[in-house]
């Protein structure tokens, strides 16, 4: 059975757990670096779950908190369940913990971005099954 608990602390078996896994989300961006993780976990606006199968990782996200004039939202990011165990109610927990730290922190929407295409189908599916609604927006990014 698998268990969803929050990350408090930069471990041995977080980092390399991280290296496994953040690959398979997005092969081209490099691996967050110890002291990365750790400003995460520093991070009060920041929550960083872990899935648990027995006593491995197999899946991770971050839940960001942060207010706009309008809402107090919650972002979910870098949503990724190792490929061993998808379709086994991995991904489902662990959206469904993200969604439990959003409310304990007041958010009134939580809002994450998927991609596209094959790949992300599964992904998709689960969001839309959970509740969430795709957006007609236009997603930008600025690299600073």
Same mark, same amino acid.
């Given at each position: 059975m698998v %268990?969803?608990?929050a990350a408090n602390e930069v471990t041995e078996e977080l980092y390399e757990a991280l290296a496994r896994?953040?690959?398979?989300l997005n092969a081209t961006l490099p691996v967050p670096s110890i002291e990365r993780i750790e400003a995460i976990l520093a991070d009060t606006a920041a929550t960083l779950l872990v899935a648990r199968d027995g006593d491995r990782i197999v899946g991770t996200a971050t839940v960001?908190?942060? $207010?706009?004039?309008?809402?107090? &939202? $919650?972002r979910l990011d870098e949503v990724v369940v190792d490929s061993s165990v998808?379709? &086994?109610?991995?991904?489902e927990a662990l959206v469904s913990a993200c969604i439990e730290v959003a409310r304990e922190k007041g958010a009134e929407?939580?809002?994450?971005?998927? @991609? %596209?295409?094959?790949?992300?189908?599964? $992904?998709?599916r689960l969001? %839309? %099954?959970? @509740?969430f609604e795709p957006r007609d927006t236009n997603v930008y990014r600025l690299k600073l």
């Open positions: %268990r969803i608990e896994l953040l690959p398979q960001i908190s942060y $207010a706009t004039p309008f809402w107090l &939202k $919650a998808r379709g &086994k109610g991995v991904g929407i939580v809002e994450l971005q998927s @991609g %596209r295409g094959p790949a992300r189908e599964v $992904a998709n969001y %839309r %099954r959970m @509740g």
